[in-house]
Antibody, heavy 120, light 111 residues
Framework: QVHLVESGGGAVRPGGSLRLSCAAS????????MHWVRQAPGKGLEWVAF????????FYADSVRGRFTISRDNSKNTLYLQMNSLRPDDTSLYYC?????????????WGQGTLVAVSS | QSALTQPASVSGSPGQSITFSCTGT?????????VSWYQQHQGKAPKLMIH???NRPSGVSDRFSGSKSGNTASLTISGLQAEDEADYYC???????????FGTGTKVTVL
């Protein structure tokens, strides 16, 4: 049974940084691409970042490219999101999501999310 | 990259069938068969209901079905039940500058 647990969220000032983590269990973590998806309060889902199963390739949404960095440690079954230069519009619940593994991005398991609040 | 367009809300009575759409472009919905649908109950994480346009993951009720025509994908819920009341989001692979685009979301209300 797939289990994804996010952590590292919190309150931060504009321009600040946070590092989110996602601990994965119940599946062969190193075999699957992973994603971060966020949801602003009362709003819809927004894809944030992707990382290939081996960490070699990454992709980012236009809104975070150059500020956020996705990474993974397959020895620790953990996914990360380093967020720098945070802005108020980055305030969201951040989900890590497991890729279905079919070669194109579709999300078959989700964590419960960790909340990031950016405010002065 | 704009979000995929979904109706804001759809409603139906128990037992009825409802269908709602997800409209994109030839760069996403129309160009690839990698459209998925997610159900999100209030305060909960999304759940995959349909992947690759029309495929149901194990454990998802066969009352849920998906289809696509041109740049528009659709989700049908048959035999509507109270537990189906939730927000539904589509997503699609995109060959533009962003890898994935989500829909605007549809709130399903069971009358």
């Amino acid at each position: 049974q797939v289990h994804l647990v996010e952590s590292g969220g919190g309150a931060v000032r504009p321009g600040g940084s946070l590092r989110l983590s996602c601990a994965a269990s119940g599946f062969a973590f190193s075999d699957f691409p992973m994603h971060w998806v966020r949801q602003a309060p009362g709003k819809g889902l927004e894809w944030v970042a992707f990382i290939r199963f081996d960490g070699v390739n990454t992709f980012y949404a236009d809104s975070v490219r150059g500020r956020f960095t996705i990474s993974r440690d397959n020895s620790k079954n953990t996914l990360y999101l380093q967020m720098n230069s945070l802005r108020p519009d980055d305030t969201s619940l951040y989900y890590c999501a497991k890729d279905l593994g079919g070669g194109y991005p579709q999300f078959d398991s989700w964590g419960q999310g960790t909340l990031v609040a950016v405010s002065s | 990259q704009s979000a995929l367009t979904q109706p804001a809300s759809v409603s139906g009575s128990p037992g009825q069938s409802i269908t709602f759409s997800c409209t994109g472009t030839s760069s996403d919905v129309g160009g690839y068969d990698y459209v998925s649908w997610y159900q999100q109950h209030q305060g909960k994480a999304p759940k995959l209901m349909i992947h690759s346009v029309s495929n149901r993951p194990s454990g998802v009720s066969d009352r849920f079905s998906g289809s696509k025509s041109g740049n528009t994908a659709s989700l049908t819920i048959s035999g509507l039940q109270a537990e189906d009341e939730a927000d539904y989001y589509c997503s699609a692979y995109s060959d533009s500058s962003t890898l994935v685009v989500f829909g605007t979301g549809t709130k399903v209300t069971v009358l």
